[in-house]
């Protein structure tokens, strides 16, 4: 597979083995090609996962072969990668790696890492997410163009609470939007208040988004994925490659380039020259942390006026106070009718 090399970021010297292992066949990106994807656009990723504990997905022998999810950090961490602990809706924990340089990234590229799941918080602060991300998911029979509509919905509803989101494709057909915040709430809050933007999305968009958890109730519909913001829940980073056969990208992304997009634009050969030409296009979410004030008084009068409380969580997750009952519909009307 090839003698090693060795990359360097910011002055770190970092030893990749086995450089000429096809990650990708269909294109014949390699291990190595990977790893200079991730240094070309070092600042961007970083800004992405800076202090975040973080999972990777791993692909050792690339996307053909097995894949896993890592939480713990792996037991060969070099000293100079820091960790966090983070607990768990199981109540058990686990040090996950928390990036704070380029160099981090590449060390984990070296174990065959794809993506990078960041938590929505700071190693500082690990019960209190600092972002609120909206997941918007595109159903069967719904596509990316479909997304973008939702998104430029969102993006209006968000200006009119005095918010700001700001844009990426998720490597696939959907779309995410980063909300920074101040890490003064809760989980459950956070969660709360991605169901009330789902929920007002459905109102302003009757038939084109949906909430519903059940798959069968979602329809040809764009999905807000709320249970994205559970604890444990992550999303992939801006600029992590994906495991698709031509290697895709998560790219950030301006509101005003929604329109004249699509997801294949974005991948391992093209973001390092867009991102030589215009940069970090997100780097000023850094900067920002908004209130949630607004959207919990929302989420009351959603509550108080038409009856919407919580929503199921996920299947592994412990039974929440207030949580309707996580059955599927159609089963349950099974056991009515019983």
Known sequence: MGVAVELEADGRTVRLSS???????????????????????????????????????????????????????????????PTARIEFPSGRSADEICPTEVAAVLWAANLGCLTFHPWPVRRGRT???????????PQPGTDFKDAVRAAHELHGFLEEQGLHGWPKTSG???????????????????????????RELERRMPGRVTTAWWKEERGERIFVDYNQTARDRTIASAYSVRPRPHAPVSAPLRWAELDEVAPDDFDVATMPVRFGEVGDV??????????????????ERQEQDHGLGDMPYPPDYPKMPGEPKRVRPSRAKRQDEK
């Open 127 to 137: 019960d209190h997410p600092d972002e609120l991300r909206i997941d918007l998911d």
């Open 19 to 81: 450089p000429d292992k096809v990650y990708f066949p269909e294109r014949g990106l390699t291990k190595l090609d990977v790893a200079r994807y991730y240094l070309a656009v070092g600042p961007g990723i970083l800004r992405a996962l800076r202090d975040r504990p973080t999972t990777l997905e791993r692909y050792p022998e690339g996307v053909e072969g097995e894949s896993f999810f890592q939480k713990r950090a792996p037991k060969n961490l070099p000293d100079w990668i």
């Open 172 to 198: 696939g057909r959907g779309l995410h939007v980063f909300i920074p915040i101040e890490p003064r709430w809760t989980f459950t809050e956070v969660r709360r208040c991605a169901i009330t933007i789902g």
């Open 282 to 299: 997100h780097a000023d979410m850094a900067e920002r942390a908004f209130g949630l004030e607004g959207l919990l008084e929302l989420a």
